[in-house]
Every structure is written in C-alpha cells, then in structure tokens.
C-alpha cells in the first residue's frame, strides 16, 4: 500500500473500509496489516432508546442464528411468567412464545428464558413482555452473505467504568452479535450479583444506533468457574444458567450461522479438558468445516499470549502449552481463518502462524481480551510471534465481505488500534 492510499485510507470511517482496502493493496493470499494511527470520524453518536421489560434482559442463541432469537432475564419467582409477544418489524402479526422459568443459583432469583423459532433469516423483529404497547426490537442472521456481515468480539469485561466505554463502543459499530469469549463478569462462580450487574450494564448499552438489541455469544473462562480450571459445571453456576441452552451437555460447540460463517467455541480446561474429547470433537468438527468461507474460532486462554509467559516455568506449564500441541496443528491443518483467544488483558495481533513461526500461509491469533481489564504487553522484540500489541481497552470488529475479512480493534477512545485484513482463503494443508 502506497503512503497516499495509507492515508486515504485512514481518513475513512468503518463505513468505507473494505473499499479503502481494495483499492490500496496489491497482495491477496496473506493477512494485509496497518496499524497505530487515528481515526476520528467512526459512526455517528449511539441513539440508545431505553428498553422496556427487565433490566437483565439479554438476547443469545442457543440454535440457528438464522431462525432462532433466546430471550433471557432474571427476576423473583412469579406464578404466571410474562409471555413474549413477537412480530417481524415491517408487517406486524403477533405471536406469543411463553417462557420457561429455571433456577438462577444462590440466589432467590430465577432464569426466565423465551425461545422464539421459525424466524425468518436476515428479518427486523420487534418483541415485548406483557402488554403490546412497547417494542424491543432485534435481527436474525441473514441466511446468505450478500451484504457485509459484521459482528464484534472481546474478552475479559467485568462491570467497570472501562467495560461499559467498550460496551458503547461495541454497539455503535451495528454488529449483528457480540462475541465473548471469557471473563465476563469476574463472579468466578461465587458472586451472582456481580454476574447480574454484567447482565444489567450489558442489556442497558448493547443496543445498536437502529435501536436493535444484540446478542450475546460467549464462551467460558476462569472466571465464570470457581477455582478457575479443571473443575465441574457446578463450579460455574450463574454463567451455565443462562448459557446452558447451547452448552447443554458440554461447554464446547459450533454455531453454523447461514452459508458463510462457522463459529467455533472452545473450553481452554475450565471445565473440559483440552486434550482428549474436546481435541477429538474439535478435529471432527474443522474437518467438516474445513471449505467454509469464513471459520473461526475462539477461546479463552491464549496459545499465543501477549503477557503471560508461553514457556513453563519452576515446573508449570506455560500458557498454551496444551493448546498449542493439541489445538494449533489442527487450526493450521483445516484452513481456521482466525483465532480470537483472550485473558491476558491486552491487545494484540500475532503474525501469521505455523507452528509458531511466521508463515504467509498460518493463522492469525487476535486477542488478549481487554473489554474491561488491562495490563501491559510484552513486545515483539522478547516474542516474535507477535505482530502488533498496544496496553489499551479494546474490542474488535469483524467484517465479513464475500470470503474476504477485516479485523478492526478499536480502543475505548475510538482510536484504531490495528487492522488485518485476509483476502482469500488459504490452500487446504493435510497430512
Ligand atoms: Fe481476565
Ligand atoms: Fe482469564
């Protein structure tokens, strides 16, 4: 990319990113990278309307993105469960979907939870508890990738200050889901009131500038388990009791999202061990995906971290270690476009990876899980697998364009801390 086309490019909102890319860069086959330099001009100011209903209230999927919608809130115990009304946005019949009711532990609280089915992909809802006299609206995933596809992800949030600045953030940018994955709330499986106030701060700015509420996937990290690894799903009470519809008998899955996307989320040995079923069920399910436009996957721990040490020391393993013998051959092998892994609390990108080394044709890894939490990187120089790293607040948007894709990490100011773009999928490496 030319000095002039850097700048032009730079000048632009996230609105004409792709565009900017096109036309500045002349490789295709590798990551495409720029980064540390400001952007003022991001979407306009978020229009948050306020949300009726429970202030817990929060949208997820526990099937098909396309079809599906799961509304979840907690609440006291009440003998009839308000019903949820639905309608698309633009030709309004009513439905009525009840909810469920469900333990939300320690607590006297409980879960309430609506699955609505039989949605229409790509389609404008607007639903309601109760009386018809007030709508919340949400979208389903577009069954086809014919526009830009756009969601954000992160990690490690909590309830701070910083945490809600990414909130806002996250949702200014219209992403059609957020992506968590791990350390959402730090209640480490004792503290049911901090888990809710995540919920809270989460339901009251993860509302797009449309006025679209958006969900929520995730995966778990040490601090949804009390005592953080190798433990039960009793050790993770709050995050299992509204994230159990999808992990409902173990806490690794894949979300099949239309004709373009594969989400694969993984358990980095809070609950699953990594090595073992979840390694075979993860090679199962990126050889079946393996020709997918767009196959990603996230976890919480990093193969690759940007602060913790990756080599053993006094007798402990190294973070990653596991990961990066059972994991990373596999991503190699199967053509994963992207790993999004957190938990260190910074930013940062690494090069493109085989078996740790740089290599035109390997994987890149984003994280380190800085939503809400921060500490400072280790640089390039002492780790040469990373890329780029800044200590800043942080949450990524992905755009997805045909098979093409672009990794935005915006920090909390809304500068721009990096941007990878990948611009073909890579040849299938077997054997
Ligand atoms: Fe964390
Ligand atoms: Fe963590």
Redesign the pocket.
Known sequence: MSAFDRRDFLRLTLGGLTTAIYAGSTEVGGPECFGQERVDALRPANVRRPIPGPDTLILTWQQDPTTTMTIQWIGPEVTEPENIWYATLDAPIWQIEKAITKPYPNTDLKVYRCELTGLKPGTEYQFHLGRPDQETRFRTMPAKATNTIQFVSG??C?VNLHAIGTNMLAARQEPYFALIA??LA?DNGRSPEVFTQFLRNYHEHMVDPQGRMIPMLSCL???EVNGGYKKTRADSPQYLSLFDGFYSERTYGVFDIGDYLSMVLLDTDHIAPIAGEQTDWLARTLSDRQERPHLIVAN?VPAYPSYRPPEGLNGKTGTGDEQRVNWCPLFERYNVDVVLE????TFKRTHPLVNGLKDKHGVVYLGD?SWG?LRIPKQPESRPYLAAVSPAYHVTVHRLEGDQRFHVALEETGRVADVCATFSKRPARRG
């Not at 957190?342 to 609390?345: N, P």
Request: charged share 25%; hydrophobic share 0%.
């Open positions: 990690g490690d909590g791990g350390d730090y990290g040490n601090h919480h957190h938990h260190d609390h899980g939490k």
